[in-house]
């Protein structure tokens, strides 16, 4: 069974610029989160989607970031325009969101190592 | 709001040394607790977790307890190996007061693990 796809791994850009990346989740996973990691910190959650609704966008800077997640697949975070700050790891996770059964297991991506310059 | 904390590091060990890293939490509710590993080049993968108080996971010789007393969920293993080196992070999946999972996770800030042959 595939895992959960990233692309690009790496980016380099400079300020101002902006950059996407994409995801695309385990087959039939309807949950989808992207969560942005500092070095030498935990990731923290930046967006999380039920199918194709986002249903938790409260940590998204959304004056600069958007996300979407059209046909409740694949997935595309963009920043425009890029500042110094956001050179991080974007990590894509996905899992079958079991509701009042209980947490479920998360499965990581690779996750895409943002340079801003 | 809810948060993680794990032991300082980095942590250096002998191949057959015993392990503990530490994990404390604060949370409303009854949280589930997880420990997830990132070996180097890959992503985070589930190591071992647990939903309920004085549930014990455990995967791959690694241990951890649920203490709902001490709320702690510390890591152990008796006798690590040189693949064991990479970065354990404990997270935990909150609920809101109607017992609902939150969907996302809040993890510490990450425990470098080395061992040596």
């Known amino acids: 069974e595939a895992g959960v796809v990233q692309s690009p791994r790496y980016k380099i850009i400079e300020k101002k610029q902006p950059v996407a990346f994409w995801c695309n989740p385990i087959?039939?996973?309807?949950?989808l989160y992207w969560y942005r990691q500092n070095l030498g910190q935990g990731p923290e959650l930046l967006i999380r989607?039920?199918?194709?609704?986002?249903?938790?966008d409260s940590q998204l800077p959304k004056d600069r970031f958007s996300a979407e997640r059209l046909k409740g697949v694949d997935s595309t975070l963009k920043i425009q325009p890029a500042e110094l700050g956001d050179s991080a790891v974007y990590l894509c996770?996905?899992?079958?969101?079991?509701?009042?059964?209980?947490?479920?297991?998360?499965?990581f991506g690779p996750g895409t190592r943002l340079t801003v310059l | 709001g809810d948060s993680v904390t794990q032991m300082e590091g980095p942590v250096t060990l002998s191949e057959e040394a015993c392990l503990t890293i530490n994990c404390t939490y604060t949370a409303t509710g009854y949280p589930s607790l997880f420990w997830y590993v990132q070996y180097p080049g890959e992503g985070l993968q589930l190591l071992l977790k647990a939903t309920k108080a004085d549930d014990k996971g455990s995967n791959k010789g690694f241990e951890a307890t649920y203490r709902k007393e001490t709320t702690s969920f510390h890591l152990e293993k008796g006798s690590v190996q040189v693949s064991d080196s990479a970065v354990y992070f404990c997270?935990?999946?909150?609920?809101?007061?109607?017992?609902?999972?939150?969907?996302?996770?809040?993890f510490g800030q990450g425990t470098i693990l080395t061992v040596h042959p």
């Open positions: 087959s039939g996973h309807n949950t």
């Open positions: 996770a996905s899992s079958l969101y079991q509701g009042l059964a209980g947490p479920n297991e998360q499965f």
């Open positions: 997270a935990l999946s909150g609920v809101n007061a109607g017992g609902t999972s939150y969907g996302k996770l809040t």
């Open positions: 989607y039920e199918n194709e609704e986002a249903v938790d």
